[in-house]
């Protein structure tokens, strides 16, 4: 078992709802953060969301206006996340917020069973 620790960065250029990071099929992750950075001189409507693989379901965990120039940690008791799972963003407006994921990676690809 290796442990990676790891950011993702993404940059919402538009108002889709964007992956940020996808954890890989041999491994499972603990989110230790998903920060939202809102660089406007105004408010936006953030949202996050968990796509669970297994399920084939995205489930939203953040939802927030955020005020101009501001971040916020939109999982502060952080997230599991299984073999497959994702992270999603969105904003209401594009080219204004970039999102950080920080994560431990356990790769499971070396276990025996």
């Known amino acids: ?3 990676r620790y790891k ?5 919402l250029a538009d108002t889709n709802l964007n992956t ?5 099929t041999s491994a499972v992750a603990i989110v230790k953060s998903v920060y939202f950075s809102n660089s406007s001189t105004g408010t936006i409507l953030c ?4 796509r669970d693989s297994s399920a084939s379901t995205d489930i939203e965990f953040f939802r927030k206006s955020m005020g101009s120039s501001s971040q916020e940690n939109a999982s502060p008791q952080g997230l599991n996340l299984e073999a497959g799972d994702a992270i ?3 904003a209401a407006t594009a080219n204004k917020v970039t999102v950080v994921v920080s994560y431990a990676e ?5 276990e025996n069973g």
């Open 20 to 24: 940020v990071v996808t954890i890989s």
């Open 7 to 11: 950011n993702a960065i993404k940059s």
């Open 1 to 3: 078992m290796t442990i």
């Open 88 to 90: 999603k963003a969105q």
């Open 47 to 50: 949202n996050a969301s968990m």
């Open 106 to 110: 356990i790769d499971r690809s070396q």
